[in-house]
C-alpha cells in the first residue's frame, strides 16, 4: 500500500514561517512530480505548488516568494518551507505524488491525508 504521510502543519502567528513534510512509502516503482495543494473552508482545493523530479518548481501566484518547495528524491519526500504566512493561508495542506507502483503501470495520483495550517492574525 502506497502511503503519504504529512508533517509540520500547525498554529503560526501572521509573518510567521511554517515547513511541510511529506515522505511517500509503500511498493512504488517511480515518483515523478509531487506537490502540494490546499483547501479552505468553503473553497475549493487549490495548486500552491508543484515539484518535478528534475527540481523544477511551479507556484501559485499568491505564493509565490513566500513558499519553497523542495524535494529530496533518495528519501521520497517533499517540503514546503513557508514564510511570511497570512491569515489566508489558513487551510488544510495536502501532499500530492504523481507516481507508479511498477514499471508496467501508469503513473497515477496519489494524496495525503492533509495536515491543517492555521495563521492567526
Known amino acids: 500500500q502506497v502511503q503519504l504521510v504529512e508533517s509540520g502543519g500547525g498554529l503560526v502567528q501572521a509573518g510567521g514561517s511554517l515547513r511541510l513534510s511529506c515522505a511517500a512509502s509503500?511498493?512504488?516503482?517511480?515518483?515523478?512530480?509531487m506537490g502540494w495543494h490546499r483547501q479552505a473552508p468553503g473553497k475549493q482545493r487549490e495548486l500552491v505548488a508543484i515539484i518535478t523530479r528534475g527540481g523544477t518548481t511551479t507556484y501559485a501566484d499568491s505564493v509565490k516568494g513566500r513558499f519553497t518547495a523542495s524535494r529530496d528524491s533518495a528519501k521520497n519526500t517533499v517540503y514546503l518551507q513557508m514564510r511570511s504566512l497570512k491569515p489566508e493561508d489558513t487551510a488544510v495542506y495536502y501532499c500530492?505524488?504523481?507516481?507508479?507502483?511498477?514499471?508496467?503501470?501508469?503513473?497515477?495520483?496519489?494524496w495525503g491525508q492533509g495536515t491543517q495550517v492555521t495563521v492567526s492574525s
Open positions: 500530492n505524488a504523481d507516481l507508479k507502483t511498477t514499471m508496467w503501470k501508469d503513473y497515477n495520483d496519489y
Open positions: 509503500g511498493p512504488f516503482f517511480s515518483i515523478r512530480n
